[in-house]
């Protein structure tokens, strides 16, 4: 990949961001405090991230953060976080209900036993089956979402005493064991693991024949979907897709395991992605923000055949931090917030004022040549193979945070938090305006 010129984009263009100019001459030690973090980055936490990054002037360093913004330590900015860590910020910064709960929790919990049950437990799988389709029966609590996958997939392998694996390309999983094995295959092969392809396959996104072909051998235990994969740039299935997969899983005897850590907690509009979609998976795997920011956890949640292992030896799986009473505290609160009827509401409001003002953008820049959105999930697909890099550096500049898709440079992954206010939104949507010409010209590409 060419290094992309960032200085050429203009600064005292923005229109998002307090503070957003040029860094003034008395920010030098605020630079010189983000490059000695770097510096020591790069020697001993992650040398090529540290390269990337520096490359693309990206050498952000978080300060103080509230909502959906943050200080960047180095130019003492303030910036939109439209990345919000794949949702893990979803109720924002530092939400004050979330730190409440926290603190709270804190004085009467710790992580308990991870044998035994408590009421505090209790609450939060009771929580998470109210929000969750009827037939969901058990939940099991983890700490992060590529172990929740790890554990959907043995799930699904005890139930059906099968062991293939059918996921889709562009999904990504997680980095542990199977989760890994379950997503790009360049990953799982530069840590030596590669998939056994009698255990695992990948078909296309949205090819229900590709699907079936895979599922003809009666040897699937469970096909699993990143039901709007983020790192593939969010593409949009058509609308009866899930419900065939559905369909399909269970005629031929496999599971339905829709990972719903990015997708799930009200960013697609509904609760669940997939269930928003018409379907019924035996299976909802959630994360990231349901932590609130504050305090990792994920979830499997279960139908009664999945959690048939929990009939057969409920000391199967268990780990000392599974179902952390404190964390389940924390849960609880995040999803008190995310399920009230003004959440849900501000989410129906955002999504129609991103719709529609993106629309309008898309008219005037020919750089912009799709938007997949669904609800305040998008992906703004742009007309150069690294468009959506030269778009993350230009919005940067111009105060706004956001995230490339990795497996398709194209796209700029961009997403909004569940309480964002509409004038904040409109401050992104103004510095998008402006970026799409910058990153243009950053690639002489017409605009």
């Known amino acids: 990949m060419n290094p992309i010129d960032t200085t050429a984009i203009p600064p005292t263009q923005t229109t998002a961001g307090r ?12 630079q010189e ?19 990337m990054f520096r490359q693309y002037g990206l050498d952000i360093v978080f300060g103080p953060r509230h909502g959906y913004e943050f200080e960047d330590l180095g130019s003492g900015r303030t910036i939109i976080n439209m990345h919000i860590n794949g949702g893990v910020f979803n109720l924002g910064h530092c939400n004050p209900e979330v730190r409440q709960a926290l603190i709270e929790g804190s004085e ?11 009421q505090v437990k209790m609450g939060f799988v009771d929580a998470l089956l109210k929000v969750s389709p009827d037939c969901m029966r058990y939940v099991n609590v983890n700490t992060g979402g590529g172990e929740s996958i790890d554990s959907a997939i043995k799930f699904a392998r005890h139930a059906t005493g099968r062991r293939r694996v059918v996921t889709v390309h562009g999904c990504f999983h997680g980095a542990t064991g199977f989760a890994m094995q379950a997503g790009p295959q360049e990953f799982a092969s530069f840590f030596n ?39 593939a740039g969010f593409p949009i299935p058509h609308e009866g897709y899930f419900r065939a997969v559905t369909e399909l899983a269970h005629r031929y005897g496999a599971l339905y395991v829709a990972d719903e850590v990015q997708t799930g907690l009200m960013r697609s509009g509904t609760m669940w992605c997939a269930v928003g979609y018409g379907a019924e998976p035996d299976m909802i795997v959630t994360g990231k923000g349901l932590s609130g920011g504050y305090y990792p956890m994920s979830a499997v949640i279960m ?22 009473e404190l964390g389940c505290y924390v849960g609880t609160k995040v999803l008190d917030i995310t399920a009230r009827d003004t959440t849900q509401r501000n989410v129906r409001q955002l999504t129609e004022l991103f719709s529609r003002r993106l629309s309008e953008i898309r008219s005037r820049h020919h750089f912009l040549t799709g938007v997949r959105q669904r609800g305040v999930i998008m992906g703004l697909v742009t007309s150069h193979p690294e468009g959506s890099t030269a778009l993350m550096a230009a919005l ?24 964002m206010s509409d004038a904040l939104a409109n401050k992104v949507l103004d510095a998008l305006d402006v970026s799409l010409g910058q990153a ?6 017409e605009d």
């Open 303 to 324: 139908n009664d055949r999945a959690g048939q292992w929990l009939k057969d030896d409920g000391f199967a799986q268990t780990t000392s931090f599974s179902t952390s």
């Open 33 to 51: 405090a983000t490059a000695a973090i770097y510096d020591r980055a790069r020697e001993e936490w992650n040398p090529s991230r540290v390269d």
């Open 19 to 30: 503070q957003s100019q040029a860094p003034a001459s008395g920010s030098t030690s605020r």
């Open 396 to 419: 940067y500049r111009n105060g706004v945070w956001a995230m490339r898709a990795n497996f398709d440079q194209h796209v700029l992954q961009f997403k909004a938090g569940l309480l």
């Open 108 to 118: 009467r919990y710790d992580a308990g036993n991870h044998y035994f049950p408590s």
């Open 193 to 231: 693991s590669v998939p056994n392809p009698d255990e695992f396959s990948q078909v296309d996104y949205d090819d229900l024949n590709q699907l079936e072909d895979v599922l003809r051998h009666n040897d699937t235990a469970c096909v699993l979907l990143e039901s709007l994969p983020a790192t």
């Open 440 to 445: 243009a010209a950053m690639l002489n590409v």
